[in-house]
């Protein structure tokens, strides 16, 4: 029982949105009466929240840095109305329109890092600033109107999805062999990661934890690339967004780089004076969040097939609220791509299921108000715990010391 307590007291943290998130799709599974798991709802579960997952991933690497970020969506509109413009008024190919709007976004992400960065005003007030600068410049380029439609090749971007090289059918062969690849991927990389523990004398979870956890995920795998092969296949952004997940989740654990952004959210007093360039850490956090912010401008943009003045409305709230929710610190250094990610899939998963079974938009944003608190509430809770829990251990290693002297 003690083992058990103790397992719970060490992953609460780890794994309770991932807890919270099965629960929420269990919860309206049962309410939607199954439509919310549906192949073709997932499908659309997918297509509705990829642009606001990209922007999580940005959003986390801001916030661990100790920052935020509130001009997101308008640079995702601003972004939207240029691409518009280029294709649709210039005729110019989507790959180049494409490469020109992610380095337009780039350059807006190193004009908003150098003022938070090296002109040291906080980002709250510069990016508030770019907020109403470029819904402002969204609403001057569009001259108040949509433009459409968009070449079909960059619709593709958001619409389209996978061949099925394998030639399933009706059934997508190729879903399902690369939902079991990714299986068995994760079995081989958790258990070499146990070895490589174990082999320098790590604690490691008990067996039968580890055991439950690899067998849940590849389940969870091989169900949900199941679902997909049963409608159309795997979608373009889906990939899009596991190559952007793998990427920087190994960015932010394994490279340098990774350790820097860390290090400056933590303490970047601490992390100057231990030699880290914090400006030009800071400096191209922002710019990745421009890039970012400019591919999901593409991706809503060929979504709805056209670029429109009230586009990425409320964007910065969702990415914000997923990063938060995901298990981010609002003091900064704590936070991941995987736990941004999930955030953003129990506002997506909400946000459907509170649609599907008919409830009113004023009561959507209340309940995700107080989902969003309780997010917060559940961090600062467990990461107390886990000091308390700290400190008892040393406590008990102190007492047990003393004794050892005294006898």
């Not at 380095?103 to 807006?108: E, Q, T, W």
């Not at 258990?191 to 995920?217: A, H, L, W």
Request: charge should be positive; aromatic fraction near 10%.
């Amino acid at each position: 029982m003690k083992t058990l307590n103790r397992l719970i007291q060490t992953n609460l943290r780890q794994y309770g949105m991932i807890v919270a998130l099965l629960f929420i799709v269990i919860l309206f599974q049962i309410l939607t009466s199954g439509v919310l798991l549906n192949p073709l709802n997932v499908t659309n579960l997918i297509l509705q929240n990829s642009y606001i997952l990209v922007l999580a991933i940005g959003m986390v690497m801001v916030i661990i840095t100790g920052h935020i970020d509130l001009s997101v969506g308008s640079v995702a509109a601003f972004i939207g109305a240029m691409a518009a413009i280029l294709m649709v008024q210039f005729n110019l190919h989507p790959l180049l329109a494409g490469i020109l709007c992610l380095l337009l976004g780039a350059l807006i992400g190193a004009w908003q890092g150098f003022w938070v960065a090296y002109i040291r005003i906080p980002a709250f007030i510069v990016t508030l600033a770019g907020m109403l600068l470029f819904r402002g410049l969204t609403m001057i380029a569009l001259q108040g109107q949509s433009i459409a439609p968009f070449p079909d090749a960059f619709k593709q971007i958001s619409s389209g999805f996978i061949p099925d090289f394998a030639d399933g059918g009706n059934f997508h062969l190729l879903s399902l062999i690369t939902g079991l690849g990714l299986s068995l991927l994760f079995v081989y990389t958790e258990v070499k990661n146990r070895k490589k523990e174990q082999s320098y004398d790590f604690t490691v979870s008990p067996t039968p934890f580890f055991i439950t956890k690899v067998i849940g995920m590849v389940v969870i795998v091989t169900l949900f690339s199941y679902l997909l092969a049963t409608y159309k296949g795997i979608p373009n952004i889906l990939l899009l967004m596991l190559v952007l997940i793998v990427g920087y989740s190994f960015m932010m654990k394994k490279t340098v780089i990774g350790r820097h952004i860390y290090a400056v959210g933590g303490n970047e007093k601490a992390a100057e004076l231990s030699g880290i360039k914090t400006k030009r850490v800071t400096f191209w956090v922002f710019v990745n969040m421009g890039v970012l912010s400019a591919l999901s401008g593409l991706i809503f943009a060929a979504r709805l097939n056209a670029a429109t003045p009230k586009a990425g409305n409320l964007f910065e709230l969702d990415a914000i609220a997923a990063a938060f929710i995901g298990g981010a610190s609002a003091y900064g250094g704590i936070g991941t791509v995987v736990g941004a990610i999930i955030g953003g899939l129990v506002m997506g998963v909400m946000n459907n299921g509170m649609s599907i079974i008919g409830l009113g938009v004023d009561w959507q944003q209340a309940i995700k108000g107080l989902v969003l608190l309780c997010a917060v509430a559940f961090d600062i809770f467990t990461k107390n715990r886990s000091i308390s829990w700290i400190r008892f251990g040393k406590l008990r290693r102190k007492q047990q010391e003393s004794r050892s002297v005294q006898s």
